[in-house]
């Protein structure tokens, strides 16, 4: 009984969480511009360097890609990693902790949120990406693609778990942490080019982000004759990595909270009042 | 004989902070702000903590709800030790804190109350049910469909209080949950506060305040904290008897007055406090009878200072206070108690 109730309350929270982050994006619009329009403009910025070049139009492909996906990192910085100390400074946390539910459950909300809105702000610059620049696209292999994709989705918000517990002992300095994060992840993980041209160990090192073998595998699927020459790793042992990544990711995110937690809560640092 | 079962029960309770110091690179000094503090609340006690700013207080509510550990000692709530089982008291209690502005500000009212409800794993149709009387009775029933970004203070304190009551939870910390609210506001969940409390004799609240007359009104027994000390507990009466021998009075005087000079040297001033009220310096004397009034009035005059009014009062739990600290709950020195909320 107890189970099913633990359960039910599991589940109950997964849904309570989520809905801030859903509902929040119906009711303000303004996402649109920030988070479609202007992401567009960076994407453009790249195709027109390559169409400058008279790179094959393939590469409009991938800068479309990796625009999309540019989404999903930043969510995964901004809205998982960094939200535990935007509940804190607000005096959600402490009502979190006290809460008779687990935090993982409290999580993974946010990631489900936070996957169901980015994914509609992804579509939306992958749609406009592909008709305003006319991206030739050749998918060869279905549900290897939603396999890559769902996969690379699980690992990478595993990620965004297990660095949200850092932030219940950090605060600030791992919001630093995140701003960190941003930039040179766009650039290593290969977002607006194949990961392969920054040579093989810089890859595999830059593979530690789900984002970066996901991005790989989804171009391979998607452009595979020009990907022939840009091939970090194949598509099977990519997924195969992905998989391994969710589950490590998903694991450590649960050891990492509940210590983070406790060495928080000797520390003094769940909460921001005084005395 | 069994032992007797208490809700909250800490022994010794001990929390030291280390804090940076500003003046001394890297160093940190040491800030006990809860200091071998000895509690036991009985199951169906509302039981009040009073004590003025950075007495303990939350530092107490923080540990009893396993926000925060202690340095040493031990606390039990509902029987469960909070450092070696957080999870099986957190299936026990509720908090509310003044002041806090938790919750989505996109979201309204309600639908921030019902996220909070499905963490405690709430039905719908309950908590729409229990959501919808906990508006009105603290009159926020027209806000329900308001985004809680646009509420007012009071009315996300309103909300607030609301969220911590919305699963009736056995055991309920309020730390300070009327202040900044409206005296109209306050009277109304302090009004509620007692008759859910008559409507579950088995649930208990330990409620922190430095609002006497909140305390006075409201708490079975009061346990007075200053410095993370508990200095005294005791039912409110059993706290002010102790103070029947003892005369009290407060005296409103015009003129330039040193109350310093003037009342250290009078044998049987046991206590004073004085504070600007109006134009005129208020002395709140605690004297060891009044036959020592006599000397503090003569006194007044001999300074060229001019009585304006003089009230024998039936001592209060701020009398308890300052007999127990030597200063108000304000802070040290200027009495005057913390600006409450009128009756």
């Known amino acids: 009984m107890n189970l099913r109730r633990e359960m039910k309350t599991f589940l109950r929270t997964v849904i309570g969480r989520a809905y801030p982050r859903v509902i929040g ?35 409009t492909g991938f800068v479309v890609l990796g625009g999309a996906m540019t989404a999903y990192w930043m969510n995964v910085l901004w809205s998982m990693a960094s939200q535990l100390y935007w509940e804190k400074e607000t005096g959600n946390l402490e009502l979190y ?20 809105t980015t994914t509609i702000r992804a579509v939306g610059v992958l749609t406009l990406g592909v008709l305003i620049f006319r991206v ?37 300095q791992a919001w630093h942490l995140a701003n960190l994060l941003q930039e040179p992840v766009f650039l290593v993980s290969g977002f607006y080019f194949p990961v392969r041209a920054l040579g093989f160990l810089v890859a595999l090192g830059a593979s530690i982000v789900p984002i970066t073998l996901g ?51 000797r520390e003094g640092r769940l909460t921001l009042r005084g005395l | 004989m069994q032992a007797r079962e208490y809700s909250i029960e800490t022994k010794d309770l001990t929390r030291v902070f280390r804090v940076k110091r500003r ?37 107490l509510i923080k540990i009893l709800a396993t926000l925060l550990s202690p340095t040493s000692g031990t606390a039990r709530v509902a029987g469960v030790d909070v450092v070696a089982n957080p999870w099986e008291v957190r299936r026990h209690i509720g908090m509310v804190s003044g002041g806090e502005s938790s919750g989505y500000g996109l979201l309204t009212v309600e639908e921030n109350l019902w996220m909070f409800s499905q963490f405690y794993g709430m039905r719908g149709a309950d908590v729409r049910k229990r ?25 996300r304190q309103k909300m607030n209080f609301a969220r911590g009551f ?47 007359y909140e305390a006075d009104e409201l708490c079975d027994r009061v346990a007075i904290i200053d410095q993370g000390k508990v200095l005294a507990c005791d039912t409110p009466a059993a706290l002010k008897r102790d103070l029947q021998e003892e005369a009290v009075f407060r005296l409103k005087v015009e ?29 709140d004397l605690i004297l060891a009878d009044e036959n020592v009034l006599l000397p503090v009035l003569s006194g007044i005059q001999g300074t060229g200072g001019r009585l304006v009014s003089l009230e024998k009062r039936a001592p209060t739990l701020e009398d308890v206070f300052i007999r127990l600290v030597g200063h108000g709950l304000n802070e040290g020195g200027d009495a005057g108690g913390a600006s409450e909320p009128a009756p």
């Open chain 2, 255 to 283: 003129g330039d007055l040193d109350p310093e000079k003037l009342l250290r040297g009078i044998a049987g001033v046991h206590r004073f406090t004085h504070a600007a009220r109006d134009g005129h310096a208020q002395l």
């Open chain 1, 97 to 116: 902790i006290i809460a008779p539910t687990s935090r993982m459950a409290i999580l993974i909300g946010m990631a489900a949120g936070g996957i169901m």
């Open chain 2, 23 to 59: 003046e001394a690179r890297g160093e940190k000094r040491e800030i006990t702000a809860l200091d071998r503090a000895d509690l036991a609340v009985e199951r169906g006690e509302l039981f009040g903590v009073l004590g003025p700013n950075g007495a303990g207080k939350t530092t």
């Open chain 2, 166 to 212: 919305l699963t009736d939870p056995e055991i309920l910390f309020l730390d300070e949950p009327t202040i900044g609210l409206d005296v109209q506001t306050a009277r109304t969940l302090r009004a509620y506060i007692r008759k859910w409390m008559d409507d579950h004799p088995d649930r208990t609240i330990l409620l922190t305040t430095h609002y006497m």
């Open chain 2, 131 to 155: 959501i919808k009387e906990l508006l009105e009775v603290v009159g926020l029933a027209d806000g329900a469909k308001t985004k809680i970004y646009h509420l007012s203070t009071g009315m």
């Open chain 1, 215 to 265: 991005l790989d595998a989804m171009r391979q699927l998607l452009f595979p004759q020009m990907m022939e020459g840009f091939r970090f790793l194949p598509v099977g042992t990519q997924l195969g990595a992905l998989a391994v990544q969710a589950v490590v990711f998903l694991f450590l995110a649960h050891r990492a909270l509940r210590y983070f937690e406790d060495r928080a809560r």
């Open chain 1, 136 to 172: 030739p696209m050749e998918v060869t292999d279905v549900p290897a693609l939603v396999g890559v994709f769902l996969l690379t989705l699980v690992a990478l918000y595993g990620l965004g778990m297990l660095l949200a517990s850092l932030f219940l002992l950090w605060g600030r």
């Open chain 1, 25 to 59: 994006m119906r009711r303000e619009k303004s996402w649109m511009l920030f988070e479609v329009l202007l992401p567009l403009l960076q994407v453009a910025a790249f195709v027109y360097i390559y169409q400058a070049i008279g790179a094959p139009p393939e590469f």
